[in-house]
């Protein structure tokens, strides 16, 4: 067996701990990409209109299809998917942590997700569809539902806005 000479130990430790660095990305970093733009591919409108079809499925914590149930990341999660290939993290805070582009709310277009939480930690998310209005799966017990942004529990709440589709 062959000894490695001292002066080439940090060497060898760097090498291995860049090894296990690549393997195992920071979460923030989520290796998330923007959807490119594709003519005639899919768009804004496609994710609200597919996620304003999915109004009345029940909530279940975990759920992140029409079958099973939603909860609020597994709902956002699935319609990207479904309609733009687009996957996701998994968790409203590992969303609110990708990166795309923030929208001001006065901004907000069909199709962006919109982020809730309190002391910018991210609980919470849903679809904007326009007019003020967002769907989401909010509680157990309950639907995927269409609600306001401008009530004062969600207004209270708000967080910001991220635009994936572009």
Known sequence: MRVLPYRMLPIAVA????????QHPHPASTGFQLPAHRPGGPNPND?????????????RYGGNTPQSGFDCSGLV?????????VNLPRTAQEIAD???PRVRRGELDSGDVVLFGKGHRVDHVGIYVG??????????????????LDSPYWN???????????
């Open 131 to 148: 007019r003020g209005r967002f769907v989401h799966a909010p509680n157990t017990g309950g639907t995927v539902r269409l609600d306001t």
């Open 77 to 85: 999660g699935f319609v990207f998917h479904d309609v733009a290939g």
């Open 15 to 22: 090498t291995l701990l860049s090894a296990c660095v690549a």
């Open 156 to 166: 209270d709440r708000y967080d910001g806005a991220l635009r994936i589709m572009r």
């Open 98 to 100: 990708i990166d795309a």
């Open 47 to 59: 994710v609200l209109f597919r996620a304003i079809g999915l109004v009345g499925t029940p909530y």
